[in-house]
């Protein structure tokens, strides 16, 4: 596989190379303006993602995955946004698009599927004219011809007898088929990037897995990139290619899904799989929580933004942990942001790794 080098300069032209990548994210910042401040929700975050290919993006609740993923889609509020940096699809940096650009772009080329299908579906409106309506819009479809391709799109994600439940409404689908309907729609025109913002939340486990084969069957199909936004590294592991770990608007660790799971380099990253249990270690090792809360981006800590919750920063010298912001030094496509020491990171990794599997 080759890794993405995240270090390359920056492109903001409308052509690219075929050594471009298809979707480049280079510093973003996402900062709200509210009635007690600014929140600093993404703060300098970079990464890639190639066609055919899968970032899975994992972190607590408020480290700024969602955030991301809408200012990819252009879905903030200019009035209270404000976004530097860069995102280029194929070259094209969408942050200087118009919106007029962004809308014939959403549904189209790149798509989402929401975390809450029945919060994002209509309830006034069958499944079928919701599908077909965005077909229509980027296609210019006759009514009928988008029926058929909604009908058709329903048969590809598994709706049973979708000539008869195109015509349904949303409460009439269980939680699973509403999630499909969900995935027909965003795929619905072909597009090339795919976003799933948790899609499989607060469904059993055998429709989660259902689902994921549903979205590695599609990608191999169509090529799609997917950038996949969880806080389940169970998920992580079943369907990404590489891991982006973020932590309070920042990236703090970024490798290939193998790297990444089997050897964290990061302490936040260790804490995420401590809290996990273990399939293949004894039953009676307790799982380990990260102490403490993900803090306020509306005053997030100086330095690493994680050293409050650390376990290890006492063993970084000179308080660097609570006063200087540590470099996420990336080699092909591989780093942590960490002041530990790359002799440190073994030890404790070796620690860790010997706690988990004994």
């Known amino acids: 596989m080759s890794t993405p080098n995240l270090s390359g300069p920056d492109l903001s032209g409308s052509e690219r190379s075929g050594s471009d990548p298809f979707l ?35 972190g607590e609740s408020g480290s700024g995955k969602s955030v991301t993923n809408l200012s990819i889609l252009g879905l903030h509020d200019p009035r209270h946004t404000t976004m530097d940096g860069q995102i280029l699809l194929e070259g094209k940096d969408l942050l200087t698009a118009s919106e007029r650009e962004l809308e014939r772009l959403r549904g189209n080329k790149m798509s989402m599927i929401f975390q809450d299908a029945l919060a994002s579906l209509s309830p006034y409106h069958t499944i079928g004219k919701q599908i077909s309506e965005t077909y229509r819009k980027h296609t210019g479809a006759s009514k009928k011809e988008a029926r058929a391709r909604a009908v058709e799109m329903l048969r590809r994600v598994g709706i049973p007898q979708p000539d008869v439940r195109v015509d349904d409404y ?10 499909r309907a969900m995935i027909a ?26 689902i994921m084969d549903l979205l590695k069957d599609l990608q191999q199909e169509t090529g799609t990139a997917i950038v996949f ?40 990253t260790w804490g995420l799989l401590g809290s996990m249990p273990s399939l293949d ?22 330095g690493c933004r994680f050293h409050p919750r650390c376990a290890f920063a006492e063993q970084v010298g000179g308080g660097r942990c609570a006063t200087e912001r540590p470099p996420l030094d990336l080699v092909a496509g591989r780093g942590a942001a960490c002041h530990l020491t790359e002799a440190q990171r073994v030890e404790f990794s070796a620690d860790f790794t010997g706690t988990r599997n004994h």
């Open 24 to 58: 480049a994210v280079r510093d973003l910042r996402v900062h709200f303006s509210t009635e007690d401040g600014t929140v600093k929700a993404v703060d300098g975050l970079s990464f890639e993602v190639e066609r055919g290919r899968t970032l899975g993006i994992v």
């Open 170 to 179: 949303p409460h009439q689908f269980s939680g699973g088929m509403r999630q």
């Open 185 to 210: 729609m965003a795929l619905v025109c072909d597009p090339e990037l795919l976003i799933a913002d948790e899609p499989t939340t607060a469904l059993d486990v055998t429709v989660q897995a259902q």
């Open 229 to 268: 936004i969880t806080h389940d590294l169970g998920v992580i592991a079943d369907i990404a290619d590489e891991v982006l770990v973020m932590y309070a608007g920042r990236c703090v660790e970024r490798g290939t899904k193998k790297d990444v799971l089997n050897d964290p380099q990061h302490p936040y």
């Open 281 to 302: 270690g004894p039953v009676d090792v307790p799982l380990s929580p990260i102490p403490g809360t993900p803090p306020s981006l509306l005053n997030p800590p100086s």
